[in-house]
């Protein structure tokens, strides 16, 4: 038995491609839900493209003028996993105008609470994976990691991994490279750092659960809510 057997992770896939199967970003994405179904844990892809989703910041747009949303389903995935990876082309020098969205539906559930008063995020991991064919991997990550820190995911450390290539204009991730091999996948930076990233999400993900998530002393929002203040003290205003 694995040490990380009943561990699930989501991934998103937020190309722009309509395609799974044409996505570079999937590609790289794969290699690490690679890693993680040989340790046992249960991986699932979503492909927001595809899913329906509709952008905005409510748990549900059908009460906001759609007439469908895809949200409400791949939220429950979302509930079920300890793992969450996003996957991001760039454009730009930013990640994709679907990452964005999907990030606007996570932090549309920022108000729902766990057992202990906790954001319903506390407990689970996150990471992400990016690739292009110019410059964006550390920026598009820094937003990314941000964005999922500040909604009560866990980031265990170097969460990340890309793949960008030269500089400019030219082949992605996992194109023919004209002699029988695909572009990227001998890239040992990007080897080593999606192998990195892969077990310090497994690592993270297995303390946390084992532990029950985080102790809720000073995060308890209902606590906070009914008057506790945990040792917050004003500062002493002076003339």
Not at 143 to 167: K, R
Not at 187 to 193: A, I, Y
Request: proline letters at 4%.
């Amino acid at each position: 038995m694995s040490d990380f057997d009943g561990l699930k992770a989501l991934f998103f896939n937020t190309s722009l491609k309509l395609k799974p199967g044409e996505s570079h970003t999937q590609l790289l994405m794969n290699a690490s839900a690679a890693i993680m179904e040989k340790q046992g844990v249960t991986v699932e892809h979503v492909h927001i493209a595809t899913s329906d989703v509709k952008p905005g910041v409510y748990p549900d747009m059908t009460e906001h003028g759609y007439d469908t949303d895809g949200w409400p389903a791949i939220w429950e995935k979302v509930q079920a996993a300890d793992i969450l990876v996003i996957g991001t082309p760039l454009w730009l020098g930013e990640e994709s105008s679907l990452c964005r969205i999907l990030i606007e539906r996570l932090y549309g559930m920022s108000g729902m609470l766990n057992d202990k008063g906790q954001s319903v995020y506390y407990g689970k991991v996150g990471g992400c994976v990016i690739t292009g064919n110019e410059d964006g991997i550390k920026h598009a990550a820094m937003t990314i990691g941000y964005a999922l820190s500040h909604l009560g995911v866990t980031i265990p450390p170097q969460a990340d991994c890309g793949w960008i290539g030269e500089a400019g204009p030219g082949a992605s991730y996992g194109d023919d490279d004209g002699a029988g091999g695909q572009v990227g996948f001998d890239n040992e930076f990007t080897k080593r750092n999606t192998t990195i990233m892969t077990w310090n999400l497994m690592h993270l993900a297995r303390l946390l659960k084992e532990a029950g998530g985080l102790p809720n002393e000073g995060n308890d929002r209902r606590a906070w809510k009914a008057g506790c203040r945990f040792d917050y003290e004003n500062p002493e205003y002076r003339a």
